[in-house]
């Protein structure tokens, strides 16, 4: 969650393992199109390929109605939903439309364990018990939720999910039909934190989640995120990017590498 400022892993459906809103963006052989949420303001993106496969990306609160008309809109075939982190600002409504459109929720095995306990994995220290922190939401997400009209008690654990691994700087090709993603480590925010990849450096996208934001990064305060483990992401993951990379954060207006290697202050050597 953010603003701007021992089983083995199982691979998504379609996707082997061994592969080597707003107005609609080509780029080559996939159109993205943005669904922001009412929510602390996700940026919920819809990938689809050509032929019609697409995959949803971070369902915040208050996207299905607008992500499901898209769908139908635009003739596509959903394949899955995923999520460049487990924080409940970018999963609340990925239950509904899993169930919607019958279709898996993918993420990185090491933040699969949030979907289970949303709350009390955003809580130092908090009891857990039913839901674990559910009933002792506050603060600026509570206050969020009630805003959009939704409640803690609302959320709902998604029944059908599939992970993916994939270490610090390493990529993964994550395949639905004739839809291609490379899903890239880049633990700190939290421990699976992922970037994906879509397309090629200067005509593609990095969807890139709560690790970059224009101008700024994702916070390292909450339970999972480590300061350390940033730093490196940083350094090793983002700073050696190809400048030629756009960048669509989890939050906020759309940025390039090449800007954020200039002059975001957080990526100053």
Not at 175 to 187: E, H, I, N, T, Y
Not at 200 to 211: A, K, R
Request: net charge negative.
């Amino acid at each position: 969650m953010d603003r701007p400022r021992g089983n083995p892993p199982t691979p998504p459906s379609d996707a082997p393992s061994d592969e080597p809103g707003a107005e609609p963006r080509d780029v080559p052989a996939v159109t993205v199109r943005v669904v922001v949420a009412p929510v602390f303001g996700t940026n919920c993106t819809v990938l689809s390929a050509p032929g019609g496969d697409c995959v949803v990306v971070d369902a915040g609160a208050g996207v299905v109605d607008a992500v499901v008309a898209l769908v139908e809109s635009a003739g596509l075939v959903p394949r899955a939903v995923l999520a460049t982190h487990g924080h409940v600002d970018h999963t609340w409504d990925a239950a509904a439309l899993a169930d919607r459109f019958d279709v898996p929720v993918v993420l990185h095995a090491a933040d699969a364990y949030r979907l289970a306990d949303p709350f009390g994995s955003l809580e130092h220290g908090s009891p857990t018990g039913d839901r674990g922190a559910r009933s002792l939401v506050s603060g600026p997400l509570g206050a969020a939720l009630a805003a959009a009209g939704a409640r803690p008690e609302d959320y709902r654990e998604p029944t059908r999910v599939e992970t993916f691994d994939v270490a610090a700087g390493e990529e993964r090709v994550l395949r639905w039909g004739d839809l291609v993603l490379r899903a890239v480590g880049a633990p700190g925010h939290t421990e699976g934190s992922t970037l994906y990849l879509v397309g090629e450096p200067g005509t593609g996208i990095v969807l890139s989640g709560d690790v970059l934001f224009a101008g700024s990064v994702g916070r390292t305060d909450l339970p999972g995120g480590d300061g350390a483990t940033m730093a490196r992401t940083l350094r090793d993951v983002v700073g050696r990017l190809d400048p030629a990379w756009d960048v669509l954060p989890g939050h906020g207006p759309a940025t390039a590498v090449a800007r954020e290697l200039a002059t975001n202050p957080f990526l100053a050597a």
